[in-house]
């Protein structure tokens, strides 16, 4: 906006009275009065806050100034977004992300199935430090914070970032809330863990199919995060990993209590076959039907030098 001032007194020659010094510091003491005057439509004291705005003590009143433009960061530049939506059933969303799917249950905020390829390790993208939330997911479908739970219960990954190094989107897509809910600290630093752990190691020698899901229960003991992030605790977790194809095919299965007593020395107390999963949850799991049945004695050894970074 362009200001100019017009003085009223227009003066074309001194007067005969008014000397020639007292005349030019008239004009200029005009000029400065004016230009005072024109600047008091913009200029006021007070920072602005994070928002661009503040309260301007001169005028009385509260607004904003349109924010410094600067180019956005290479990660602001990537997408937290799912690619795909598709909705199941009513209030079920199926999330198709880089590398991942989420099934999401509107009406607990939170997924309720999980699942993804573990292809060999050939990345070394980070992790972001921060949560987001989805923005091409409707709000009433997701937790209402980002914010850390508190102790003693971690933001917990259900597909952990480390399987999806190998892409800076799909690595911070991980970091979406749609892909975290309320673990124990004990059992997402232990039994949960060593099962990615496992992950980690065995898609080296074998492309992994994994697939898992969420065992929300009815217990109201647990649910400490409902007020603060809008979600409930689930009481477990169910975990799928299967290898191989044909005759070879091979798959393991956990049901693992979200417990501070899941530690990892007990994980192999959680091994359960395919079927009993599939009885629980309902869900028709893609393994062979001798391999639903059959239950290892032990949780897969992890090889001797796997590279678990």
């Not at 795909?84 to 997924?111: M, P, V």
């Not at 939330?133 to 508190?150: L, M, R, T």
């Not at 259900?158 to 892409?167: C, G, K, T």
């Given at each position: 906006?362009?200001?100019?001032?017009e003085?009223?007194?227009?003066?074309?020659?001194?007067?005969s009275?008014?000397?020639?010094?007292?005349?030019?510091?008239f004009?200029?003491?005009?000029?400065?009065l004016?230009?005072?005057q024109a600047n008091?439509a913009?200029?006021h004291?007070?920072?602005t806050?994070a928002?661009?705005?503040?309260y301007?003590?001169?005028h009385?009143?509260?607004?904003?100034?349109?924010?410094?433009?600067?180019p956005p960061?290479?990660?602001?530049?990537?997408?937290?977004?799912?690619?795909?939506i598709?909705?199941?059933?009513?209030g079920?969303?199926?999330?198709?992300?880089e590398?991942?799917?989420?099934?999401?249950?509107?009406?607990?905020?939170?997924a309720?199935?999980?699942?993804?390829?573990a292809?060999?390790d050939?990345?070394?993208?980070?992790?972001s430090k921060?949560?987001?939330?989805?923005?091409?997911?409707?709000?009433e479908?997701?937790?209402i914070s980002v914010?850390?739970?508190g102790?003693?219960?971690?933001?917990?990954?259900?597909i952990?970032?480390?399987?999806l190094?190998?892409?800076?989107?799909?690595?911070?897509?991980?970091?979406t809330?749609?892909?975290?809910l309320?673990?124990?600290?004990?059992?997402?630093r232990?039994?949960?863990?060593?099962?990615?752990?496992?992950t980690?190691?065995y898609?080296?020698i074998?492309?992994l199919?994994?697939?898992?899901?969420?065992?929300w229960?009815n217990?109201?003991d647990?649910?400490y995060?409902?007020?603060?992030?809008g979600v409930?605790?689930p009481?477990?977790?169910?975990?799928?990993?299967?290898?191989g194809?044909?005759?070879?095919?091979?798959?393991i299965?956990?049901?693992?209590?979200?417990?501070?007593?899941?530690k990892?020395?007990?994980?192999d107390q959680?091994?359960v076959?395919?079927d009993?999963?599939?009885r629980?949850t309902g869900?028709?799991?893609p393994?062979?039907?001798?391999a639903?049945?059959?239950k290892?004695?032990g949780?897969?050894v992890?090889?001797?030098?796997c590279?678990r970074?």
């Amino acid at each position: 906006m362009n200001f100019s001032v017009e003085p009223t007194l227009k003066f074309v020659t001194a007067p005969s009275f008014v000397s020639t010094l007292f005349y030019r510091t008239f004009c200029v003491l005009v000029f400065v009065l004016g230009a005072f005057q024109a600047n008091t439509a913009f200029a006021h004291s007070g920072r602005t806050n994070a928002d661009g705005c503040h309260y301007d003590r001169v005028h009385g009143d509260y607004h904003c100034h349109k924010p410094k433009q600067r180019p956005p960061t290479s990660a602001e530049q990537l997408t937290a977004s799912a690619t795909h939506i598709r909705q199941e059933t009513s209030g079920l969303l199926r999330l198709n992300y880089e590398g991942f799917t989420i099934w999401l249950d509107c009406t607990k905020r939170g997924a309720v199935k999980f699942r993804y390829n573990a292809q060999r390790d050939t990345g070394d993208f980070k992790r972001s430090k921060k949560f987001f939330f989805d923005p091409s997911i409707p709000s009433e479908c997701q937790q209402i914070s980002v914010k850390a739970y508190g102790k003693p219960y971690d933001r917990g990954h259900l597909i952990p970032a480390n399987h999806l190094d190998y892409s800076p989107t799909a690595i911070r897509q991980s970091n979406t809330m749609t892909n975290v809910l309320p673990q124990a600290s004990n059992m997402n630093r232990g039994a949960w863990f060593q099962t990615e752990e496992i992950t980690e190691c065995y898609r080296d020698i074998d492309e992994l199919l994994v697939i898992g899901g969420v065992i929300w229960g009815n217990n109201p003991d647990n649910d400490y995060f409902v007020e603060t992030h809008g979600v409930k605790t689930p009481d477990a977790f169910w975990k799928v990993i299967i290898r191989g194809a044909g005759q070879d095919e091979r798959a393991i299965a956990w049901i693992i209590p979200n417990s501070q007593d899941a530690k990892r020395n007990m994980l192999d107390q959680y091994l359960v076959t395919v079927d009993e999963i599939e009885r629980l949850t309902g869900e028709e799991l893609p393994v062979a039907d001798y391999a639903k049945l059959a239950k290892p004695s032990g949780s897969w050894v992890i090889p001797m030098g796997c590279d678990r970074g």
